[in-house]
């Protein structure tokens, strides 16, 4: 098993910036897929970015050139960095860890291929 705490988010005004932090515990997970998702109320969660295990990151059109996702395998933790903040970007973040071990790229984007996921951080960007 596997167990995921998101912090680093709050309250921000448009143009700021946050970093969220998702640590995993339970198991290492260097070798597996991490991504982040949000879900704004009444929204369905969708995919934000995904960085797999060679380091490799995968941005939504939305969030491309604004957030940049890392991982430090020596601390099992991934992060991603937000930048020029907008009210649209307000959710809850949810960080996962993809079923499969070295993932391709190609199966990054659906939340049925992450097994484990945080219990979420909110963050809310005021206008």
């Known amino acids: 098993q596997v167990q995921l705490v998101e912090s680093g988010g709050g309250l921000v005004q448009a143009g700021g910036s946050l970093r969220l932090s998702c640590a995993a515990s339970g198991r290492t997970v260097g070798t597996y897929a991490m991504a982040w998702f949000r879900q704004a109320p009444g929204k369905e969660r969708e995919f934000v970015s995904a960085i797999n295990w060679h380091s490799n990151t995968y941005y939504a059109d939305s969030v491309k050139g604004r957030f940049t996702t890392s991982r430090d395998n020596a601390k099992n933790t991934m992060y991603v960095q937000m930048n020029s903040l907008q009210p649209e970007d307000t959710a809850v973040y949810y960080c996962?860890?993809?079923?499969?071990?070295?993932?391709?790229?190609?199966?990054?984007?659906?939340?049925?291929?992450?097994?484990?996921w945080g219990q979420g951080t909110q963050v809310t960007v005021s206008s």
């Open positions: 996962a860890v993809h079923r499969r071990a070295y993932a391709s790229g190609s199966s990054f984007e659906r939340t049925s291929d992450y097994a484990y």
